[in-house]
Nanobody, 121 residues
Framework: QVQLVESGGGLVQAGGSLRLSCAAS????????MGWYRQAPGKQRELVAV???????NYADSVKGRFTISRDNAKNTVYLQMNSLKPEDTAVYYC???????????????WGQGTQVTVSS
């Protein structure tokens, strides 16, 4: 079994910072990409940032210059450093991993349980 466990959400004032972490564990053969998505009330889930195995990154336009995604391959962990937070960043943030589990030869998506980020004005 594969699990993604997130941590680091919370309540912060506008202009503040938070750091999210997500650790993947279990029977993992390889990880292609890890990323963060978010879903605000009444809205669809959207990509925030993704980092692939060679270190290339991609960000939503709304977070470019404010958020930084990084990855520790040895620990199967991805981080999201969020600076200059805005009230519109308020959402549940979900970790995602595109990986191959032991015993399979296909890539599958795995999701964390989500962590709430609330930015007050």
């Amino acid at each position: 079994q594969v699990q993604l466990v997130e941590s680091g959400g919370g309540l912060v004032q506008a202009g503040g910072s938070l750091r999210l972490s997500c650790a993947a564990s279990g029977r993992i053969r390889s990880i292609n990409a890890m990323g963060w998505y978010r879903q605000a009330p009444g809205k669809q889930r959207e990509l925030v940032a993704v980092i692939i195995s060679d270190g290339m990154t991609n960000y939503a336009d709304s977070v470019k210059g404010r958020f930084t995604i990084s990855r520790d391959n040895a620990k199967n962990t991805v981080y999201l450093q969020m600076n200059s937070l805005k009230p519109e960043d308020t959402a549940v943030y979900y970790c995602n991993a595109d990986l191959v589990a032991v015993g399979t030869f296909r890539r599958d998506d795995y999701w964390g349980q989500g962590t709430q980020v609330t930015v007050s004005s």
